[in-house]
């Protein structure tokens, strides 16, 4: 079954250094997105992107973050100068294109999540 | 601004027993509504997706009801064996909270013991 993989699957860095948690979302996909999940603390949006553009971002998604899709099946997220506060667990999540014969926008789709990267900021 | 409600917080219950997990939602104007899986330190596993127009959904042991007009879900498990342990984390996709992100209640997080 098709699935959204993340890569590491931990990530320990230096406050102050740059990062970047990559993800592969499901092929078919044309909807990406990340989230981040403090330790005890809930799911909470980033960003999402589409047609290769931000197609909606959170007040947490500052000019630290960005997001890329340097190729055709890798989506990424840097974080640029990280401080303490971004230790969280990052998840990345697809959904797919419109579906034929649906007047659903695709972005009523279910998303589906990989498995995360667990930053630690030192 | 949309928030996402769940109830209980914790729940423990013997095996073989028959579960309701609540979701409230406090903008109606929701796309879909998505229940998910959690695994102490795993990723998120949806488990079942409703669209604004529908009132239920069905995978195996598990129903979800949707009430879009009281802004309420519910996730019913049926049988309940130790493998369902985890947390249940409900998340709605809709206007007021942006029509392509998902926002997250605090989950259930649901012990089943033999």
């Known amino acids: 079954e098709p699935e959204v993989t993340q890569t590491p699957s931990h990530q320990v860095t230096q406050m102050g250094q740059e990062v970047i948690l990559r993800c592969v979302p499901i092929?078919?996909?044309?909807?990406f997105y990340w989230y981040r999940q403090i330790l005890g603390q809930k799911v909470e949006f980033l960003v999402s992107?589409?047609?290769?553009?931000?197609?909606?971002k959170s007040e947490i998604f500052d000019d630290q973050f960005s997001v890329e899709r340097p190729d055709g099946s890798n989506f990424t997220l840097k974080i640029r100068s990280t401080k303490l506060e971004d230790s969280a667990m990052y998840f990345c999540?697809?959904?797919?294109?419109?579906?034929?014969?649906?007047?659903?926008?695709?972005?009523?789709?279910?998303?589906?999540f990989g498995p995360g990267t667990r930053l630690t900021v030192l | 601004k949309q928030e996402v409600t769940q109830i209980p917080a914790a729940l423990s219950v013997p095996e073989g027993e028959n579960l309701v997990l609540n979701c409230s939602f406090t903008?109606?104007?929701?796309?879909?509504l998505q229940w998910f899986r959690q695994d102490p330190g795993k990723g998120l596993t949806s488990l079942l997706l409703?669209?604004?127009?529908?009132r239920e959904q069905t995978s195996g042991r598990l129903n979800a009801s949707l009430d879009k007009s009281s802004g309420r879900s519910t996730l019913y498990i049926a049988a309940s064996q130790p493998g369902d342990s985890a947390t249940y984390l409900c998340?709605?996709?809709?206007?007021?909270?942006?029509?392509?992100?998902?926002?997250f209640g605090a989950g259930t997080r649901l012990a089943v013991h033999p």
């Open positions: 903008d109606s104007a929701i796309y879909n």
């Open positions: 999540a697809s959904s797919e294109a419109l579906r034929p014969g649906s007047d659903y926008h695709s972005s009523y789709n279910e998303q589906f």
């Open positions: 409703i669209q604004s127009s529908q």
């Open positions: 998340a709605v996709n809709g206007r007021s909270g942006g029509y392509n992100k998902l926002i």
């Open positions: 992107f589409y047609n290769n553009e931000i197609s909606e």
């Open positions: 092929s078919n996909h044309l909807y």
